[in-house]
Nanobody, 129 residues
Framework: QVQLVESGGGLVQAGDSLRLSCTAS????????MGWFRQAPGKEREFVSG???????YYADSVKGRFTISRDNAKNTVSLQMNSLKPDDTAVYYC???????????????????????WGQGTQVTVVS
């Protein structure tokens, strides 16, 4: 059974940076797209960023230019570098893994929560002004 373990959350000041990491168990990491989602208090979970098997990266408009996603198939790891953090970025961040997918994946697929079959436990990111 695949498990995802996130790390790297914390409490920071506005304008600071954080790096989230997610490590997957199992052997199918390279066959899946990976994504980051977040859920703020009182709000629905939303797409933040995703990366296809081919390495193509997708971002929500709210984080474009500030966040960078990367994956390392040799280490079964996906990371999210978050710069210029804002209080609005405060949320629990979840790593997620799709089922086996084609090498190329569209934004529509990567940003859809229903595409993902495995989720991490979440890591809290709090940004104070």
């Amino acid at each position: 059974q695949v498990q995802l373990v996130e790390s790297g959350g914390g409490l920071v000041q506005a304008g600071d940076s954080l790096r989230l990491s997610c490590t997957a168990s199992g052997r199918t990491f390279s066959e899946a797209a990976m994504g980051w989602f977040r859920q703020a208090p009182g709000k629905e979970r939303e797409f933040v960023s995703g990366v296809s098997r081919s390495g193509e990266r997708y971002y929500a408009d709210s984080v474009k230019g500030r966040f960078t996603i990367s994956r390392d198939n040799a280490k079964n790891t996906v990371s999210l570098q978050m710069n210029s953090l804002k209080p609005d970025d405060t949320a629990v961040y979840y790593c997620a893994k799709t089922r086996r997918v084609a090498f190329f994946a569209s934004y529509a697929y990567v940003s859809n929560q229903n595409s993902y079959e495995t989720w991490g436990q979440g890591t809290q990111v709090t940004v104070v002004s």
